[in-house]
T-cell receptor
Framework: AQKITQTQPGMFVQEKEAVTLDCTYDTSDPSYGLFWYKQPSSGEMIFLIYQGSYDQQNATEGRYSLNFQKARKSANLVISASQLGDSAMYFCAMREAGANNLFFGTGTRLTVIP | GAGVSQSPSNKVTEKGKDVELRCDPISGHTALYWYRQSLGQGLEFLIYFQGNSAPDKSGLPSDRFSAERTGGSVSTLTIQRTQQEDSAVYLC??????????????FGPGTRLTVT
């Protein structure tokens, strides 16, 4: 079974609008962290936001927020006030406490339309 | 400060040749990871180093792949007898410490490997 599922291969959003990128995860480990990374066309992976499994509040970082629904095992990324520079691939990832590495989803390509 | 650096940025090689990819992590980071990203795919874990501990090689796809980390810093990923399916972007990441799942990994720009 896939540990991270991103069901939206591509998304479009109008500039200045908000957009939600979906991510669901699968783990039996009670301790884990969820991450979102942005990969622009240059190829570098840029860390955006982190949510721990025991965190009570949804994480926020500037225009990024994570809608964490633990019971549903979802960790959707919300980008508010989209900008043209937000156009990129976005990857959801998880690290379980018992593992050394990150498990990545297949990504969502976001295109911001002027 | 300096981020994770990787060299070369691009490598084209003939099938059957050996290649070496280099990663220089952020100074002071004790954890180092190698991932592979095939075209249009997410990242696939290859190998993990933490300090002087034995590496976690559980992600290496075959015995043609190996990696070492010298002096707890620079790492080299070696692919022997390259195959066309090895064509991918190889990404290196480092992290300040491990033992917890909360530390983000800082990625380098990657090496794009093309096997002809």
């Amino acid at each position: 079974a896939q540990k991270i599922t991103q069901t939206q291969p591509g998304m479009f959003v109008q500039e200045k609008e908000a957009v939600t990128l979906d991510c669901t995860y699968d783990t039996s480990d009670p301790s884990y962290g969820l991450f979102w990374y942005k990969q622009p066309s240059s190829g570098e992976m840029i860390f955006l936001i982190y949510q721990g499994s025991y965190d009570q509040q949804n994480a926020t970082e500037g225009r990024y927020s994570l809608n964490f629904q633990k019971a549903r095992k979802s960790a959707n990324l919300v980008i508010s006030a989209s900008q043209l520079g937000d156009s990129a691939m976005y990857f959801c990832a998880m690290r379980e406490a018992g593992a050394n590495n990150l498990f990545f989803g297949t990504g969502t390509r976001l295109t911001v339309i002027p | 400060g300096a981020g994770v650096s990787q060299s070369p940025s691009n490598k084209v090689t003939e099938k059957g040749k050996d290649v070496e990819l280099r990663c220089d992590p952020i100074s002071g980071h004790t954890a180092l990871y190698w991932y592979r990203q095939s075209l249009g795919q997410g990242l696939e874990f290859l190998i993990y180093f933490q300090g002087n501990s034995a590496p976690d090689k559980s992600g290496l796809p075959s015995d043609r792949f190996s990696a070492e980390r010298t002096g707890g810093s620079v790492s080299t990923l070696t692919i022997q007898r390259t195959q066309q399916e090895d064509s991918a972007v190889y990404l290196c990441a480092s992290s300040p410490r491990t033992g917890t799942y909360s530390y983000e990994q800082y990625f380098g720009p990657g090496t794009r490997l093309t096997v002809t």
